[in-house]
């Protein structure tokens, strides 16, 4: 049997009572600021002298019509969703090319795949996000590094109430209420999938000899990755559209 020493990072630290009951170990870091990785990355180094797996899960959705999002709100989109998972895993890197080893599973969603609306800037992160991955798996693959891509759909979790409340707040009362309305009723009355479905198929990445480039769970993943591979571009956008009716 396995024994691994597991790491777990977030801005809240004292919501990971679970895993340190597991017998984790809870870091503080908050992938906006350059410090807290780099000395989350050191404390590791310092206490086991090596990473072997790094899983990029930081992100939220910053939804609202295109037309009303701010490009501030926009970057920092893109700041938590990608920027910050790049640093992270610059930090990370030397140390598995070092051993020449090592797992990086960037956990993306179906929703790098395909778009629906008033996710645009989400969207963008995450379709930015698989094309980073792409290009860092060719990379690094020589100093026998594998990079994982997670594309997950419906998830239980806090994802939908924060991407409802910024769809209402910044597009709520304006040209496109109609549409954050019924999106709100679509979102809200759908119960995800477990989390388990997700870190099931990320320990399957990590026990596999060569892990695939991508694994898909969730409510709907298998079902709208299928719609995008073999539908055209407006078909399938009059059946999301549909689903909004």
């Known amino acids: 049997m396995l024994f691994a020493v597991v790491y777990g990072a977030a801005r809240r630290v004292d919501r990971m009572s679970e895993i340190e009951a ?3 170990h809870a870091l ?3 992938v906006t600021d350059d410090a807290t990785m780099v000395s989350a990355v050191g404390r590791i180094i310092g206490e086991q002298r090596r990473i072997d797996v790094l899983i990029n899960n930081a992100g939220y959705g910053q939804y609202g019509a295109l037309e009303d999002v701010t490009l501030d709100d926009a970057r ?3 700041e ?3 920027f910050g998972l790049g ?3 610059q930090l990370c890197l030397p140390h598995m090319r070092a051993r020449q080893f090592g797992r990086i599973f960037n956990v993306s969603s179906i929703g790098g795949r395909l778009a629906t609306p008033l996710g645009g800037w989400y969207h963008a992160s995450k379709f930015a996000l698989e094309g980073y991955s792409d290009a860092l798996r060719m990379e690094v693959r020589p100093f026998g590094i594998d990079v994982v891509v997670i594309e997950p759909g419906g998830v239980e979790s806090e994802w939908s109430g924060i ?3 910024e769809a209402e707040r910044i597009s709520g009362n304006g040209a496109y209420a109609g549409l954050v309305a ?4 679509l979102m809200t009355g759908q119960k995800g999938a477990s989390p388990r479905a997700i870190t099931d198929l990320i ?3 990590i026990h596999a000899r060569t892990p695939r480039t991508r694994y898909h769970g969730g409510m709907m993943a298998g079902t709208m990755l299928f719609l995008r591979a073999w539908l055209s571009d407006r078909m399938l956008d009059r059946l999301i559209m549909m689903a909004l009716r």
């Open 87 to 89: 640093r992270l895993t």
């Open 76 to 78: 920092k989109q893109m």
């Open 22 to 24: 597991a017998g984790g």
């Open 163 to 165: 991407a409802t409340r």
């Open 182 to 185: 019924k999106a709100k009723t």
């Open 80 to 82: 938590i969703n990608l």
């Open 28 to 30: 503080a870091m908050d």
């Open 203 to 205: 320990v399957k990445g």
